[in-house]
């Protein structure tokens, strides 16, 4: 998934990193988890993982990818649909997802407040989805939770199909990069058919555990060996670059406001958009929290002075620093043209002092 400091192509490097310096152990804190691919990659190396975010949609996420440990069987779902021959030798998630495919569509919050059709009568309609990928949203997320209320579902089968809407739709939003805005013409993958898609099960065995909420709040409740922080490194909050990802998760129909149609977020604002709340964060979590190694990715240019930085983990115990180029993709504010750039992206890696 497109998100904003999203590590998929970087944990391995890190992984690496830490390897080389015997960072290792038994347990992984993934405390802003996103789109939870740091905390699948530490899954899949056998770590039990733990992982939080103050986003709805990444805990569907993380529900899905982390916490499940079980291929979904559906037997109580699919004793009661009607499945088409042809699927019949799928996997059970494929057969599902086939039957969301092919259902009799429905118009819903989606359609309604993020389509053209449904917003005709705003001064700007919005284009966020073509009209018939707001109904497909609508009907795939209707029938998830109508399935939920009948009882056909088991939780772990609920999040899945849930986070295969949530990984599927953003290959059709008209876009360019966030939604904060929606692109003023057609972006070609937006108006092509949204076909939901399966997503992968990991299985590694271990108690791993997602939360919803401030991760700061859990510092004493989880123990864990690595305690991995990536937190947002600059001022923009997360919550309105990826609103309507939130209300699809949510499903709740917001009140809504603006251009774009953005819910209130007043809930989910990070302390880690701010230089000075970041730092006292920081230090809280590190001072406060119950682990062995805590491992901040940071890049040099995030708000939080390298300096200050140092200064407050170095309190509590040894401190290292590694840095490597991380080429960053930029794209203009119509997602037209795209600029090549090099960062220093940044690990700082505490070994925490006995007490
Ligand atoms: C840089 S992104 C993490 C990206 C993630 N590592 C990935 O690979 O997708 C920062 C994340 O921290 C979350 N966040 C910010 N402050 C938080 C807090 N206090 N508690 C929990 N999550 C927080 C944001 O919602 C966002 O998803």
């Not at 960072?23 to 992982?51: C, E, H, M, P, R």
């Not at 993958?189 to 997503?199: M, S």
């Not at 809930?267 to 006292?280: I, P, R, W």
Request: charged share 25%; proline share 3%; hydrophobic share 35%.
């Amino acid at each position: 998934m497109r998100f904003i400091g999203n590590k998929e192509n970087l944990v391995e490097k890190i992984y690496q990193i830490l390897q080389s310096k015997g960072i290792l152990g038994n347990s992984f804190f993934d405390f802003f988890a996103g789109t939870s691919n740091v905390g699948q990659f530490f899954k899949k190396k056998g770590y039990q993982v733990f992982s939080s975010d103050l986003l709805y949609f990444s805990f569907i996420l993380q529900k899905s990818y982390i916490e499940n440990n079980e291929v979904p069987n559906f037997e109580k779902l699919l004793s009661k649909i009607e499945i088409k021959t042809h699927s019949l030798f799928a996997s059970s998630l494929m057969q599902v997802i086939d039957y969301l495919n092919t259902i009799p569509l429905k118009e819903g919050f989606i359609f309604q407040n993020y389509t053209p059709e449904g917003t005709k009568n705003l001064d700007i309609p919005r284009m966020y989805f073509s009209n018939e990928n707001g109904r497909i949203i609508d009907t795939i997320r209707q029938q998830i939770e109508e399935w939920k209320t009948e009882n056909l579902l088991t939780e772990n089968e609920y999040y899945i199909l849930l986070a295969c809407l949530i990984e599927t739709a953003p290959f059709y939003a008209n876009i360019s990069g966030v939604y904060a805005a929606f692109q003023k013409i057609w972006d070609a993958r937006a108006v092509k058919k949204l076909t939901l898609r399966p997503i992968e099960t990991i299985i590694n065995n271990k108690e791993n555990k997602a939360f919803n909420q401030n991760s700061v709040n859990l510092i004493s409740e989880i123990q864990t060996d690595i305690l991995y922080l990536d937190p947002p490194y600059n001022q923009r909050q997360y919550a309105p670059n990826y609103h309507l990802l939130e209300t699809i998760a949510k499903h709740d129909n917001p009140i809504i406001k603006g251009v774009s149609g953005m819910r209130n977020y007043e809930n989910q604002k990070s302390q880690f958009c701010n230089a000075e709340t970041g730092l006292k964060e920081l230090w809280n979590i590190a001072k406060n929290a119950d682990y062995k190694y805590l491992v901040l990715s940071y890049n040099s240019e995030g708000i939080m002075p390298q300096m200050k930085i140092e200064e407050t983990l170095s309190l509590f115990g040894d401190l290292d620093l590694v840095e490597f180029d991380y080429l960053d993709f930029k794209s203009n504010s119509n997602g037209e043209s795209k600029t090549k750039k090099f960062i220093k992206e940044q690990l700082y890696i505490l070994k925490k002092n006995e007490k």
